[in-house]
């Protein structure tokens, strides 16, 4: 069973800057798709960005060109670059593993790490 575990987010000013970070274990997920997540209070959880198994990613519009996506198969690390940070992208932020593709269920999740942007 691959447990996730995110790390490195915190509370940054407008245009400020945070990497994220998702360590998984128990599994290798160099095969699959890996997403971000976030969930804002009042808000559904959407879709951040993902990269699949051969390393081509896909944004939502609103943090295209400020958030980068990667992975280092090597350590089974997500990571998540995060410029230009804005209060709208205050949430919860959370990685996943599909099960198989990006157009895969996502079946294992992380706890997730609180971003907080302040103006």
């Known amino acids: 069973q691959v447990q996730l575990r995110e790390s490195g987010g915190g509370s940054v000013q407008a245009g400020g800057s945070l990497r994220l970070s998702c360590a998984a274990s128990g599994g290798t997920t160099s095969s699959y798709c890996m997403g971000w997540f976030r969930q804002a209070p009042g808000k559904e959880r959407e879709g951040v960005a993902t990269?699949?198994?051969?390393?081509?990613?896909t944004y939502t519009n609103s943090v295209k060109g400020r958030f980068t996506i990667s992975r280092d198969n090597a350590k089974n690390t997500l990571y998540l670059q995060m410029n230009s940070l804005k209060p709208d992208d205050t949430a919860m932020y959370y990685c996943?593993?599909?099960?198989?593709?990006?157009?895969?269920?996502?079946?294992?999740w992380g706890q997730g790490t609180q971003v907080t942007v302040s103006s």
């Open positions: 990269i699949n198994s051969y390393g081509a990613t």
């Open positions: 996943a593993v599909a099960g198989g593709s990006c157009y895969s269920r996502y079946n294992y």
